[in-house]
Nanobody, 114 residues
Framework: QVQLVESGGGLVQAGGSLRLSCAAS????????MGWYRQAPGKQRELDAS???????NYADSVKGRFTISRDNAKNTVYLQMNSLKLEDTAVYYC????????WGKGTLVTVSS
């Protein structure tokens, strides 16, 4: 059974940091790129960052220089280190994986307060 389980969300003040984790089933983690998406209230889900199996990364312009995606292949886990958080980063963050990008976690809420 394929599973993606996010953790690490919470309430943080603007300018602060959080690290999100996504524990993935080994069956998909080993063969697919992984990504972090966000969905803010009333908005569409959008990609923040992705990482290939070889470690190549890609970031949305809005998070470049602030967020870092990484993966630990021994733990089948992908991380999103979020620094210098802004109010507009408030959203539910979803982990994504699979060859077709068709597997999703349930999401973890990040709330940035002033």
């Amino acid at each position: 059974q394929v599973q993606l389980v996010e953790s690490g969300g919470g309430l943080v003040q603007a300018g602060g940091s959080l690290r999100l984790s996504c524990a993935a089933s080994r069956t998909i983690f080993r063969i697919s790129s992984m990504g972090w998406y966000r969905q803010a209230p009333g908005k569409q889900r959008e990609l923040d960052a992705s990482i290939t199996t070889r470690g190549s990364t890609n970031y949305a312009d809005s998070v470049k220089g602030r967020f870092t995606i990484s993966r630990d292949n021994a733990k089948n886990t992908v991380y999103l280190q979020m620094n210098s958080l802004k109010l507009e980063d408030t959203a539910v963050y979803y982990c994504n994986g699979g060859i077709l990008g068709n597997y999703w976690g349930k999401g973890t809420l990040v709330t940035v307060s002033s």
